[in-house]
């Protein structure tokens, strides 16, 4: 008796401990909610204070975390001064006006707020049945993203989590395609075969390595003097592997090359495709937002041939990473690539409607319609095509200042917001991209802007990429200032 006294006791102080905290939870949530929601606002009003990247060595942050987790609940106001002091100092502001890396990854105030609906519903939208209205918006909003880029009617979209993804996805499909979905297994064994210029993503390799291909049957394809894939020696190469007694299965095309922004010629390459029965897939990563604007749909000529096509609305689309937009052709012939019906996750609903989880690689999914939905709605497409045009014009108008200036040469075409580019005064070729290197470091050490380089055939170039959503006419001018004035520097000590 004593013995369920105890026990009736020790559950009722359980109750009541844990409706405390979980009134004081609630009460805290709201509370620092609403903090946070001004922070965020706060910070994207203020990023262009801090430096771009943050002046910290590695092991700086790790250093001051503690090893152990905590045994017993921290008090909120300590976790975060932490945030404050510790983590905050040693970020990279992507979001920063001054921000010209990579290509970038902006966001936008509609985005973070379909983030904090989505984080708080914390749906697990793998099938329709697991979230009914998560499945029908990315049905929904992926077609109007079609629409947006004048992607042929009957692509089916869905989201993955990165171009990466994507492309991998693309590489398994053509894959299964190229082999007869394993039915067709005298063909299994022959070598298949992978094909992409000598300027595609690294992604295209990392997926020919995973999807099985294995590396050494990728063929990089050389590219014209703007960087762009040749057909001709494509088709000569894709001869070549027949000859030898390959299948070839995928070519991977890219719009807007990482290093360049090169764009390689669809239709030419859908012609090739077509004739030797391969799958084409496009990645467009950070590209593809451009063919929002009528005036860049020739990017797009020959779009009737591709089989799969990859761009990020997470770089360029004022969609917080991680949102990567991806389109099939055949729908039915590539979910059956990924398909698994084990008993536990049949519903009553399979055959009427989209189970997500049969698009890819995972099974679980985040609700990430919610936040694409929001930006497309809360911008319109005139609102979007405005932000890439004015991108577009910016970057053209960084060029035509390296064009005036002698001390400069540009390193390829401009035909986006991208912009390639090295000092050049003259020196002997081999100390070029030694004193190329100095130049984007010195750049970089100002804290102001922040830019990465490529290599282009052997040559060190700096690239320039306008996309932050925050980057105006001033900070491109500022861009410039510095860009000059380190660059004056040093062509004067030479
Ligand atoms: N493809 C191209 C052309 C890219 O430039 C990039 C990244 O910059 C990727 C693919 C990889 O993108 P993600 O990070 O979404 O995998």
Redesign the pocket.
């Known amino acids: 008796m004593a013995n369920l006294f105890n026990i009736i006791t020790q559950k009722l102080a359980f109750f009541l401990v844990a409706s405390k905290e979980l009134a004081m939870e609630k009460e805290t949530f709201r509370l620092l909610g609403h903090q946070l929601v001004d922070w965020v606002a706060d910070y994207l009003e203020k990023v262009g204070q801090w430096p771009v990247v943050p002046r910290v060595s590695p092991g700086d942050i790790k250093n001051q975390l503690a090893r152990r987790p905590p045994e017993t609940a921290e008090a909120w106001a300590d976790i975060l001064a932490d945030f404050n002091q510790i983590i905050l100092p040693g970020m990279t502001h992507w979001q920063h006006p001054g921000w010209f890396a990579?290509?970038p990854a902006n966001n936008s105030p509609a985005s973070i707020l379909g983030e904090i609906l989505t984080a708080g519903m914390g749906a697990q939208c793998m099938s329709w049945q697991t979230s009914p209205a998560a499945t029908e918006l990315e049905e929904v909003v992926m077609d109007w993203l079609r629409q947006m880029l004048g992607l042929p009617q009957g692509m089916a979209g869905v989201i993955q989590d990165?171009?990466?993804?994507a492309?991998l996805c693309a590489l398994l499909a053509a894959r299964e395609k190229a082999t007869g979905f394993l039915s067709n297994r005298q063909g299994f064994y022959q070598p298949l075969t992978v094909y992409a210029s000598d300027q595609a993503?690294s992604?295209v390799e990392k997926g020919v390595k995973i999807a099985g291909y294995g590396r050494e049957k990728l063929r990089s394809i050389p590219t014209d003097e703007n960087y762009a894939l040749i057909p001709e020696a494509l088709e000569e190469s894709v001869r070549e592997d027949i000859r030898a007694g390959a299948i070839p299965a995928c070519v991977v095309a890219?719009l807007?090359?990482?290093s360049s922004g090169a764009i390689d010629p669809l239709r030419p390459i859908g012609e090739i495709c077509s004739r030797y029965g391969l799958w084409l897939h496009v990645?467009a990563?950070?590209a593809g937002t451009a063919a929002i604007l009528p005036e860049l749909r020739w990017m797009l000529d020959g779009v009737e041939y591709v089989d799969s096509f990859v761009f990020?609305p997470?770089?360029w689309l004022l969609t917080n990473f991680?949102c990567?937009a991806f389109f099939i052709r055949d729908e039915e012939n590539y979910v059956q690539t990924f398909e698994m019906h084990p008993e536990y996750l049949k519903t009553a609903q399979d055959r009427l409607v989209k189970n997500f989880r049969d698009w890819g690689i995972q099974l679980g999914r985040r609700f990430r319609a919610l936040k694409l939905w929001f930006v497309i709605r809360s911008y319109g497409v005139q609102g979007l095509q405005a932000m890439v045009r004015e991108h577009l014009r910016l970057a053209q108008l960084f060029r035509s200042w390296l064009e005036e200036h002698p001390l400069f040469e540009l390193m390829a075409p401009t035909t986006l917001s991208l912009v390639c580019f090295r000092l050049n005064d003259g020196r002997p070729e081999d100390q070029l991209n030694l004193i190329n290197r100095r130049l984007n470091e010195n750049i970089n050490a100002s804290g102001r802007i922040f830019l990465t380089h490529t290599e282009l055939r052997g040559q060190y170039a700096l690239r320039l990429v306008v996309g932050s959503r925050t980057t105006q006419e001033s900070h491109v001018r500022q861009a410039w200032e510095i860009i000059r004035g380190e660059a004056e520097k040093l062509a004067g000590q030479k």
């Open positions: 990579y290509f990165t171009a990466s993804t492309t993503h992604s890219t807007g090359t990482t990645d990563a950070y990020n997470h770089k991680d990567s």
